[in-house]
Every structure is written in C-alpha cells, then in structure tokens.
C-alpha cells in the first residue's frame, strides 16, 4: 500500500516501513539529471534531491564523515593508463528505528572543483541508496 505522505500527520511518528517505502519512491522527472560518462548518458539525482527526500521521509538523520584520503589511482583515460590523483570520502548516515548504512563516494581532483565536497555529496547518495532511496530517479 502506497504512503500518502500529506496523509501522515507527525513526522516524528512514521513507522520505519513507511519511512522506506517514503524513500523508495521514484523521483519525479525533473529531479532526474543527466552527464556523459565513458561516452555515455547516464541518469543521476543530485543530491539537493536526496536531502529534500530524507527530509521529507525521515525528518530526522544525521550524516557523519568517518575517512577523507586522497592519493593516486590509476585510471584508463583516452585508451591510457594514467596515475589521477582521487579524494575518496567514507560516511555514514543514521535513520532513527532504521539504523547506520556506509556510503563511499570517490572525486578526482581536477581544475577547480572541490574534489571532497563531490566525494561527499557521492557518499551520502550512496548510502541513502542502501535504505532504497534510488541514485537514477527509480
């Protein structure tokens, strides 16, 4: 049975299967993104999205960095194997009466870009999938 979540009077007193099934929705489709990678489209939400959906679902999470590292990794780029430097970002995010999942986001460091706050952003997405929460719009 689907959760009509303006039917839900107090937030803080969601059940923990209407909390999942909260954040297993599908997302609507202009919180559905897209990016080449390797060539390729590839549909993503980010994460301003992901928030808004723990937040509306949850209302109470917390998201806590455990590791930051950033060193050299080889990658394939144009056909070669070249040494990028990657910040890789290990996290955990806790649901109340759901529990802790660990999410694990990497960033390569180029131009200006804040290669944590991306590595960040990656992790909680994935860990936010591992309660259902979909990274691809559903």
Request: one cysteine or more; glycine letters at 10%; hydrophobic letters at 45%.
């Amino acid at each position: 049975m689907a959760v009509d979540v303006n039917s839900l009077a107090n937030i803080g007193e969601r059940s923990a299967s209407d909390i999942l099934e909260l954040l297993a929705r599908p997302f609507l489709p202009e919180a559905i993104q897209t990016r080449k990678i390797g060539g390729r489209e590839v549909a993503y939400v980010a994460i301003n999205s992901v928030v808004a959906r723990l937040n509306k679902a949850a209302g109470s999470w917390d998201w806590r960095i455990v590791s930051v590292d950033t060193a050299p990794m080889a990658l394939v780029r144009k056909g070669e194997l070249v040494d990028v430097m990657v910040t890789t970002v290990v996290g955990e995010l806790s649901i109340p009466n759901l529990g802790v999942r660990q999410g694990i986001g990497t960033a390569v460091c180029e131009g200006n870009e804040d290669s944590a706050k991306s590595a960040a952003s990656d992790a909680l997405k994935k860990a936010a999938s591992l309660f259902g929460t979909p990274l691809d719009g559903g």
